[in-house]
């Protein structure tokens, strides 16, 4: 607990918030707020905006905030991926402890920075992960339901942390997002070639550094989920390209949970080519209802489950399904995409 008394302020650390953004008018300056609203002494925190050349109206917001606040600051990310946003905080940063906060979440803790210094120094933890849910105020029913999809574990890796409300010492693979500064020494920086899952790359790196990871539901940050199955599914679609490109530079850090949307994308395709045959030729051949039976039983799996998930609410049982399959088949079409780029990079397929 953070006292008032002068001496215990004069020795605390010192904290850099890290907000890599781009396009983030709808939400920024909410975030910003509760940042700068944190129980924590305004002399002993920053943050640095990384934006990546918005075109809304993000840095009209953040200027704002930097005329008010002498602990705001803006910078410019010509390179504009977020794994670039994050090395230039990293590295302009002054802070003994370091948080990646993006432009889109909410903060229902005023205490978190205070939680943050404090679970580091009583864990003694190299960096620290968080649960990151997707259920902050002010949800439509559309985003309530892709929160309700993404939570469950049909709609997210069963081996993630990020919706978990434990407590303790964990891989800081799904959920990492505090370091100390002596980190980035010891694992270097963000890979830049990332444009999606450079966080996981980078915790992938820190966990294979033997460096200790600590959690605990009192570092809870919210996101906001997207708002329009278009915006999901390409949202996915990157991080499924994301994913593809993390397992091509760490092949042993591939899972059969990383492949099944892989495949289900390859089948689904197969299953396509063979009903286009079907109406050609004017029969049916026995391969199609081979390769039919396994969707047909994914589809009554995930609309069983939309019966008990979204029981509530008639909306996200109708939602649901289709949720479920922008997710897995976004996720899937994501990794063979990036593979058919990295066939092409290594010159195995033909431009």
């Not at 953004?21 to 905006?49: L, R, W």
């Not at 919210?222 to 199955?229: A, F, G, T, V, W």
């Not at 899937?332 to 995409?337: D, E, M, R, W």
Request: glycine share 8%.
């Amino acid at each position: 607990m953070i006292t008032n008394d002068s001496h215990c302020k004069m020795n605390l650390p010192f904290v850099t918030v890290v907000m890599p953004v781009y396009n983030e008018g709808q939400f920024i300056a909410s975030t910003i707020q509760q940042i700068v609203d944190q129980d924590y002494p305004a002399d002993k925190f920053e943050v640095i905006v990384v934006d990546g050349m918005s075109t809304d109206n993000t840095r009209y917001i953040v200027r704002k905030f930097t005329k008010k606040h002498q602990n705001i600051r803006l910078l410019a990310n010509p390179k504009m991926r977020s794994s670039a946003g994050r090395n230039m905080g990293f590295l302009e940063g002054n802070g003994e402890y370091f948080v990646v906060i993006d432009g889109h979440c909410f903060i229902p803790d005023t205490h978190l920075i205070e939680n943050i210094v404090v679970s580091f120094e009583k864990s003694g933890a190299d960096c620290l992960g968080r649960p990151q849910t997707l259920d902050p105020p002010g949800l439509s029913d559309f985003q309530k339901a892709v929160a309700i999809a993404r939570a469950s574990r049909i709609g997210h890796g069963g081996d993630s942390q990020i919706y978990s409300d434990c407590s303790g010492f964990v891989s800081p693979v799904s959920n990492g997002a505090a370091y100390r500064k002596e980190v980035f020494d010891k694992v270097g920086f963000v890979d830049e070639t990332f444009d999606a899952c450079e966080d996981v790359e980078f915790n992938y790196r820190v966990e294979k550094a033997g460096l200790s990871c600590y959690t605990a539901p009192s570092l809870l940050v919210k996101y906001y989920p997207r708002d329009s199955l278009w915006g999901l599914f390409t949202q996915l679609t990157r991080y499924g390209q994301g994913r593809r490109r993390f397992v091509h530079k760490h092949p042993d850090a591939l899972t059969l949970n990383q492949l099944i949307p892989f495949f289900f994308v390859l089948g689904f395709g197969l299953l396509l080519i063979l009903a286009c045959t079907t109406v050609l030729l004017g029969r049916m051949t026995c391969l199609i209802g081979f390769v039919a039976l396994p969707y047909v039983f994914y589809l009554c799996c995930i609309f069983l489950w939309a019966l008990w998930s979204g029981r509530t609410s008639l909306f996200a049982i109708c939602t649901l399904p289709l949720i479920i399959f922008v997710v897995h088949f976004s996720l899937g079409l994501g990794f063979l995409k990036e593979s058919i780029l990295i066939l092409r990079r290594n010159n195995v397929l033909v431009h």
